[in-house]
């Protein structure tokens, strides 16, 4: 699916039609003629409102723009007490520093995540069972090749070898939030060219097959990517929304969480291509309740 990006000048023309006195529902109407997604359409409308408006991310809308707004209530979320006044954060078996914190959208920056060890460890345990990536498709439920996502991937099972469940309660301790509601570990390798476009980690609640989806845990509200080696070039994880590339760095993670499954979250993000060499990634998806 193509992503429609945020640009400056859309910014700008909506501010124009809001200062020309056009309601919001009528810009949207207007945006969604034009061939812009609904959803796109209204977070970059709340979003540019805000700003313009001066408004903060946890303040309340104008009534005409508050009915805009997802009408998915939200949720709680893991990781909420990490910041960057604590730097270094213990988390259980190992100090886990803080390298960037922020806001909104919800994305934290982690060092030493994991010993080159670990990584190393993942990989060979991974190399065997790879096969080409598939994606949740939300319309059926099931699994399937997407031709946005060229990587290689596998799932472990929770806790299926000891570096496994040693990362997964890591994980839990750092992000206080129950071990139980994780996702097993899922091991990517990129080579050489491939990516993953950029896309939402939450279950669209519009997708006829989400229903049965949210039936093993809920909705997922939280992502952590730990980097398991450093490519030779390329592979950042990008977030198109606000700019922000994080760099693949071994041993390094980088967290974000949604309270809702809607582009207000700004939790856009994608691969960008590795360019040489090859990268891998281990995934885990946190849901709001236990996972089974």
Known sequence: MTVQPITAALRRWIVDQATAGHPPDVV????????????TAIAALESTMREHLGIAADGELPPALAGLAANEPARPVPGARISAATPSMHAGDREVRVVMAMSLPRVVVLADLLSADECVELIALARSRLARSETVETRTGASAVNPARTSEGMFFEPGEFPVCARLEQRI????????????????????PGTEYLPHYD??????????????????????????????QAGGATVFPDI????????????FFSYDRPHPSTRTLHGGAPVTAGEKWVATRWLREAKFE
């Open 243 to 254: 700019g922000l590339e994080v760099a693949p760095v071994q041993g390094n993670g980088v």
């Open 172 to 191: 839990a301790t750092l992000l206080d939030w129950p071990l139980e509601n994780g996702e097993g570990l899922q091991v990517l390798r990129y080579g």
């Open 202 to 231: 939450y279950f669209d609640p519009s997708e006829a097959g989400t229903p049965a989806i949210l039936k093993r845990g809920g909705q997922r509200v939280g992502s952590l990517v730990c980097y398991l080696n450093t490519p």
């Open 28 to 39: 949207l109407d207007a945006m969604k003629a034009s061939g812009w997604d609904e959803d």
